[in-house]
């Protein structure tokens, strides 16, 4: 099926990797116009090349931008919202700007956006995505305090918007993906193989961790993504749904 976000404008974050890069992908591919947006710009011709209609650089942290550029556009009919950043440790490991700067990355940077596109949003309603994770939104993993922590407030952030704006036409839904070929979990992999004895033997541990026994791939996120965009979706708001491949089992 093609065309399913035919009319649609969709704001992206994030686009630049991973989830937020092959959710704004997939979203072109349905027939959606779409705003990419990126703190770097590296990914920008691939991207286009992809079809985005259009490509900006933008810190999810800086409110006074996302402002700017959600008064640029005006309405928009999705806002899919991907920034985020994985800390490694217990409470122990935690220091406080390392919490700050997670909360201030994975949860106020949805708030920032939420907060300047949903005025336009509510003229004409539109759906809210948010990617939070299994991790914390349903269980705990090991030395995932902070982001945990983070995870399980998106989903609280994202119930709390769908309550407010439910009789006013926009829904706010957030996706739980469990293990995710990323970027990101290369950079973590890389990491926990100096501990354990090579990068061989961590990837194998996080796979072991999926009763599938495979990791997710960021185009099945997307396709998770365009669900949610698409009015197919309709008479879903609040949600959480978990692609984990049986993590959460």
């Known amino acids: 099926m093609v065309g399913r976000l035919d009319g649609k404008v969709a704001f992206c974050t994030a686009s630049g990797a991973g989830i937020g890069r092959a959710t704004a992908v997939a979203f072109a591919r349905e027939g959606a116009r779409v705003i990419a947006s990126d703190i770097h710009d590296g990914a920008f011709g691939e991207l286009k090349a992809a079809g985005i209609a259009e490509c900006v650089t933008l810190d999810a942290r800086d409110a006074k931008a996302i402002e700017v550029e959600a008064k640029r556009r005006g309405g928009v009919d999705v806002l899919f919202n991907a920034a985020g950043f994985v800390h490694h440790g217990t409470v122990l490991d935690c220091t406080d700007e390392e919490w700050d700067f997670a909360f201030d990355l994975n949860v106020k ?139 959460t089992l």
């Open 109 to 247: 940077s949805m708030h920032r956006t939420i907060r300047a596109f949903l005025p336009g949003m509510l003229a004409k309603g539109g759906s809210i995505i948010n990617i939070a994770s299994t991790v914390g939104a349903s269980k705990a993993a090991p030395n995932r305090y902070i982001y945990g922590a983070t995870k399980a407030a998106v989903v609280g952030l994202t119930k709390a918007v769908a309550m407010d704006f439910i009789a006013k036409g926009v829904r706010c839904n957030c996706i739980c993906p469990g293990t995710i070929q990323t970027p990101s979990l290369d950079e973590r992999i890389k990491a926990l193989g100096k501990q354990v004895g090579g990068e061989e033997k961590a990837r194998a541990m996080f796979i072991e961790r999926q009763p599938m026994g495979r990791l997710g791939t960021a185009e099945e996120m997307a396709y998770v993504a365009v669900y949610l965009a698409s009015d197919e979706s309709r008479y879903m708001t609040g949600t959480s749904i978990t692609p984990d491949g049986g993590f």
